[in-house]
T-cell receptor, first 112, second 117 residues
Framework: DTGVSQNPRHKITKRGQNVTFRCDPI?????LYWYRQTLGQGPEFLTY????????KSRLLSDRFSAERPKGSFSTLEIQRTEQGDSAMYLC??????????FGSGTRLTVV | AQSVTQLGSHVSVSEGALVLLRCNYS??????LFWYVQYPNQGLQLLLK??????LVKGINGFEAEFKKSETSFHLTKPSAHMSDAAEYFC???????????????FGKGMKLTVNP
């Protein structure tokens, strides 16, 4: 059990570019969650999956954001046409059932 | 909708002193409540959680919290602060399950704890 792994740890991108983050949950965890944390704030829920099904999406998740978990294992979060307001820490978490258990170290996105 | 209030953004205590971090919640249904700790440039680590049953919950690293429905509170305490406790602490609410509550966590803004030698 190596914990929840997120890659990359840091990403700097120019405004307007697309970025993709990856999350590898703890093996056999069927639930996977994405959160966004801006400076000085608590994490905000974006979306979650049970196996490969995306069960809930926040209104924060605009049409520029898309998340997938194609085989019920790893997940990707893509942001298209990035904006400076997208700069944040993107956190992934996984659990074996309901209730969030284990968070990854996050991907810090900086849009310049 | 559920929400969490953590009043203030920073608490400073001396090593060995009592740690008290306040959390009040708003929920139209019985909530599930959590405390997480975050060290710099790291993800969140679960300290403790309350779902049902005993209202005094013990967690890791000597922390505990008490669910008080009448006060809509879930304050976090530790009798004696250690230098290694310096971090940011987040209170969160979710659920309840299986009454159809959401699995998502709603976090407070966090409280930065400084421990002075």
């Amino acid at each position: 059990d190596t914990g929840v792994s997120q890659n990359p740890r840091h990403k700097i991108t120019k405004r307007g570019q697309n970025v993709t983050f990856r999350c590898d949950p703890i093996s056999e965890h069927n639930r996977l969650y994405w959160y966004r944390q801006t400076l000085g704030q608590g994490p905000e829920f974006l979306t979650y999956f049970q196996n490969e099904a995306q069960l809930e999406k926040s209104r924060l998740l605009s049409d520029r954001f898309s998340a997938e978990r194609p085989k019920g294992s790893f997940s990707t979060l893509e942001i298209q046409r990035t904006e400076q307001g997208d700069s944040a820490m993107y956190l992934c978490a996984s659990s074996i059932g309901p209730m969030v258990g284990t968070f990854g170290s996050g991907t810090r996105l900086t849009v310049v | 909708a559920q929400s969490v209030t953590q009043l203030g953004s920073h608490v400073s205590v001396s090593e060995g002193a009592l740690v008290l971090l306040r959390c009040n919640y708003s929920s139209s249904v019985p909530p599930y409540l959590f405390w997480y700790v975050q060290y710099p440039n790291q993800g969140l680590q679960l300290l403790l959680k309350y779902t049902t049953g005993a209202t005094l919950v013990k967690g890791i690293n000597g922390f505990e919290a008490e669910f008080k429905k009448s006060e809509t509170s879930f304050h976090l305490t530790k009798p004696s602060a250690h230098m290694s406790d310096a971090a940011e602490y987040f209170c969160a609410v979710s659920g309840p399950l299986p009454q159809g509550g959401s699995e998502k966590l709603v976090f407070g803004k966090g409280m930065k704890l400084t421990v002075n030698p």
